[in-house]
């Protein structure tokens, strides 16, 4: 039957600020950037991973009421949407480092766990990210 998940999605609230920040601080590229006229396809991908994507989206029309995207865009705001995204790296500390010094606010400093060691950062949005370790 099925054989990859392609595409996940999140919400943000500004595309070109997710931009900034999934590219720009975290080091994703873009994998697409497509104006389709009733919305702009985001998607940013791990470097030398163009299928695996996230797609950026904006809440709103044709998915959505603008009463629907408020309640959504309030929701991404408290961080309340449910839902992570999980990178993996070959060094934790070394990551966070870098990426503390790009500016990025972590929720959580790099931390030892049973499967390696990992550390969470939300991005301006609200939306919560882990980035791990893996032990081996």
Not at 27 to 32: H, I, M, Q
Not at 48 to 60: A, N
Not at 71 to 88: H, N, P, Y
Request: proline share 6%; net charge negative; glycine share 10%.
């Amino acid at each position: 039957m099925f054989n990859a998940i392609t595409h996940s999605q999140i919400f943000v609230l500004d595309q070109d600020e997710a931009l900034d920040f999934y590219v720009g601080k975290l080091g994703l590229e873009v994998a697409a950037d497509v104006d389709m006229g009733f919305m702009r396809w985001l998607a940013v991908s791990v470097p030398g991973h163009p299928e695996r994507q996230i797609l950026l989206e904006k809440p709103g029309a044709p998915a959505m009421s603008e009463e629907t995207a408020q309640q959504v865009r309030e929701l991404v705001t408290k961080g309340a949407m449910g839902g992570w995204l999980i990178l993996t790296t070959e060094d934790c500390r070394k990551t966070y480092e870098t990426l503390l010094a790009k500016g990025v606010e972590f929720t959580e400093e790099p931390t030892e766990r049973p499967y390696g060691i990992d550390c969470g950062l939300r991005d301006p949005f609200g939306n919560r990210l882990r980035f791990t370790q893996p032990k081996g």
